[in-house]
Structures are given as structure tokens and as C-alpha cells.
């Protein structure tokens, strides 16, 4: 077993999650520390300055004033967190086998063969004098694949516990995204749609908070059908999978119209609408499913989830168990380890590849 650390910095771009497991890349045998260090509001402008940056991006490794000063932060701050880990922990950095770093997605067009993720591997691998794996996706896109996503092989190492399948993992990030794991199978899995994206750009632009809190506002508004069915009518819900989705994609709907608490509401009825479109690509009726990520923490979106995928199970990660903030984290530790013995990271069935492969650059101090 190797002892790894994963980071996610994801598309909601509210802070870093770091864990540690031990794994063989196939099971996990323990889950050790994890933690999570929010950005602050200055860190996200910079962050949303590099977004913004890439929109017309062509180069991958490119890197304009605005993304360098990101991708400085992004390294940075996966330093310091990793090292804190460690410490927490109570082991040395050369007991560390490898870290699995993600880094932070600013631009995803897999139709252009392009995706990039910020953050310097190699500069990292070298501080922490720790074997790096990072630019996880780019293989998969190269290949032809979507890049996303890539958690579901982590998923199945997760749920080989279960006996009540077909299982769905939803990962309600700044994009949601479906996993169907049904025992050893293939897993199937793709973008759904928005996220919390739509709902936490609401509510900064029109009350400076970065979120809904516990989902209290939107729990508070009434949704409009009209505009949630219209929003629902854009054609990326009518394609079948493998797919996947930038966060810009689906930053906004059409609800200036409509008051903070119904505007969000609108936006919880279109991203759980979508979710529940998934149910038409799986191969049977999941029994159960599984809510992972920010959006296990807005009651908003559970209820809703819940009242839309009657009569089949749903469970927040919590409630079985799971930590929901730090599954990613923690599927990137794995992924890192798989990725050292070259076992497949992604598949037909969820990223669109020609045939499983494996992904990652490996930097050694």
C-alpha cells in the first residue's frame, strides 16, 4: 500500500481540499487526514482574472500576466496545505510515496483538444521533495476524450461494499457530474449540467456572499417553471454522453427578472432537473443514490434531488459515511497512485476514450 495525497482545487474555485489515504490503486485501506483551506475573496478575484484570461486561450501553456499570478497562488497554497497535512498527520514528507495534484481548471474545451489546469507540478515535486502527479486530464482530451470526469474509477473502489446496485455518485461541484457503478462493471459517467456555479455567481453578484449558506435563501424563493423548462431546453441536455462541461458554460441563466431567493430557486430546479435527465443514459434504474461535493451541504438541492429521483434512495455522502468535501481529494490520491503503475484512469463509458487509459505527468524531486 502507498501512503498519497490528493488535492482538488475545483470549479467553485472556493478554497483547496487536501487527504491522505493508503492505497494500492485498486482499494483503500485507510483514510487519514484531511483538510481544507478556503480562498479569500482577493484569492478568487485572481482566480476569476485567470478564468476570464483563458477564454481565448489556444496555447495551453501560455502564461499572460493574469494566469501567471493564479498559477502562483494555486502552487503556493497547495504548498503550504500539503505541508500542514503532513504535520497533522504526523508523518515525514519522505513517507509520502506521491501527491495527485490537480491544480485549478480555467479553461475545458475537449471539442478543441484543449483543457487546462493551473499549478506547477514540478515546482511542487521539488519543494515538497515528493513525487508529483499532475495535468491528469490532458492524455484523455489528447486521446480524443472529454477529460471528465475522472473520479468514477475511485468511486468503484469505494462502493465494492455495497450490495444494493446500481449506484449513482452525483458530484455537485461548480458542474455536477454522474457516476453509475453497478459492481465491476465499466462505470458510466459524464457532466449533467450546472452546479453550484449558477447559484454562487447569484449570490456574489447580488450580495457580495460567495454562496447560499446552507441553501437558506433559495429554500425561501419560488421557482419559475417557465424559465427552468427554457433553460432546460439548450441543447447540451439533449446530448447523450460521453460529455463534459466548462464552467462558463452555465455560469448565468436568464433570472435578472426575478428576485434573489426565486432567482436561485429557479437555478436549484434546473440543476437538479438536470440531474435527474442522466436517469435516461444508464444501462438500469439506479436503486440508490450518493450526494458528494459543495452541493451535499444545500439542503435546497437534497430535498429537490430527493423529491425527483423518488422512489430510488438518495443519501448524502455524510450519511454513509463519506466525507463529501473531501472524496475528490481524496479520488485524486488514488488516481495518483494508478497512474504511477500505469493503470487506466478513464474509459469509454466516461470520458469517451477509444479504450481505458491511464493519464498524468509523473515529476520526481
Known amino acids: 500500500m502507498a501512503i498519497a495525497i490528493g488535492t482538488m482545487s475545483g470549479t467553485s474555485m472556493d478554497g483547496v481540499d487536501v487527504a491522505l489515504i493508503e492505497t494500492d490503486g485498486e482499494s483503500v485501506s485507510r483514510f487519514g487526514t484531511y483538510i481544507s483551506r478556503e480562498y479569500s475573496p482577493t ?26 499570478d493564479a498559477e502562483k497562488l494555486v502552487t503556493e497554497t ?12 504526523g508523518v515525514s514528507h519522505a513517507a509520502v510515496d506521491v501527491v495527485g495534484f490537480h491544480g485549478q481548471t480555467i479553461l475545458h474545451r475537449p ?16 519543494r515538497l521533495k515528493i513525487p508529483v502527479v499532475y495535468d491528469f486530464r490532458i492524455a484523455d482530451v489528447a486521446a ?29 461541484g461548480g458542474v455536477a ?5 453497478d459492481g465491476d462493471t465499466e462505470p458510466v459517467a ?25 441553501g437558506a435563501v433559495a429554500s425561501s424563493g419560488r421557482a419559475d417553471q417557465a424559465l427552468a423548462t427554457k433553460a432546460l431546453s439548450h441543447p447540451f441536455f439533449m446530448q447523450p454522453p460521453p460529455k463534459s462541461l466548462d464552467r462558463a458554460d452555465f455560469a448565468r441563466f436568464e433570472l435578472k427578472a426575478l428576485a434573489l431567493p426565486d432567482a436561485l430557486a429557479t437555478a436549484a430546479e ?27 451541504r444545500n439542503p435546497a438541492l437534497v430535498k429537490l434531488l430527493r423529491e425527483k429521483l423518488a422512489p430510488a434512495r438518495v443519501q448524502t455522502a455524510e450519511e454513509i459515511g463519506w466525507q463529501s468535501s473531501a472524496v475528490e481529494a481524496q479520488a485524486f490520491a488514488f488516481l495518483a497512485v494508478r497512474s504511477m ?23 520526481r524531486p
Not at 504548498?79 to 498527520?89: A, H
Open 111 to 126: 471539442e478543441r483538444r484543449l483543457t487546462v489546469q493551473i499549478g506547477d507540478g514540478a515546482s511542487l515535486a521539488r
Open 43 to 68: 484569492e478568487r478575484h485572481i482566480l476569476r482574472g485567470a478564468v476570464n484570461a483563458a477564454k481565448d486561450m489556444t496555447d495551453r501553456n501560455a502564461r499572460p500576466q493574469p494566469i501567471a
Open 78 to 89: 497547495h504548498l503550504k496545505v500539503i505541508d500542514e497535512l503532513i504535520q497533522r498527520e
Open 270 to 296: 434546473i440543476v437538479t432537473s438536470s440531474i435527474a435527465l442522466s436517469r435516461k443514459y444508464f444501462p438500469k434504474e439506479p436503486r440508490r443514490w450518493i450526494v458528494a461535493g459543495g452541493g451535499a
Open 144 to 172: 480524443g476524450g472529454q477529460g471528465a470526469p475522472l473520479v468514477p474509477v475511485f468511486h468503484r473502489a469505494l462502493l465494492r461494499a455495497f450490495d444494493d446496485g446500481p449506484i449513482v455518485v452525483v458530484n455537485i
Open 177 to 181: 457530474n454522474v457516476a453509475y457503478i
Open 190 to 214: 459524464f457532466d449533467t449540467g450546472p452546479g453550484n456555479a449558477p447559484l454562487d455567481e447569484l449570490m456574489m453578484s447580488r450580495s457580495g456572499k460567495p454562496m447560499d449558506e446552507g
Open 341 to 363: 503503475q500505469r493503470l487506466p484512469l478513464s474509459f469509454p463509458k466516461t470520458t469517451g476514450v477509444p479504450e481505458p487509459m491511464t493519464g498524468g505527468v509523473l515529476v
